[in-house]
């Protein structure tokens, strides 16, 4: 069975930092592209980042280039996202994603990012 678990949101001050987590089961996260989203009250989801299965390449929306850095550890069969120099602009609950003929989804993780 497939599953995804987004943890590591929280409540921070502008500036400060988080690390998300994405732990699979019941597929390979280096098999296949895995990306992470947000979602603001008010907005559409977005996408935020992504990791390919094959080389490890990575893509970033403009809005968090240079501050967040997406990664994978096979053995753990996780993606994190470490979000920098964190925004209130930033707030959103976060979910991570994986598609494979068939869309998964986490259940989200809030971060606010606020004084």
């Known amino acids: 069975q497939v599953q995804l678990v987004d943890s590591g949101g929280g409540l921070v001050q502008p500036g400060g930092s988080l690390r998300l987590s994405c732990a699979a089961s019941g597929f390979t996260v280096g098999d296949y592209v895995i990306g992470w989203f947000r979602q603001a009250p008010g907005n559409e989801r977005e996408g935020v980042s992504c990791i390919s299965s094959s080389d490890g390449s990575t893509y970033y929306a403009d809005s968090v280039k240079g501050r967040f850095t997406i990664s994978r550890d096979n053995a753990k069969n996780t993606v994190y996202l470490q979000m920098n120099s964190l925004k209130p602009e930033d707030t959103a609950v976060y979910y991570c994603?994986?598609?494979?003929?068939?869309?998964?989804w986490g259940q989200g993780t809030q971060v606010t990012v606020s004084s």
């Open positions: 994603r994986a598609d494979f003929g068939t869309t998964y």
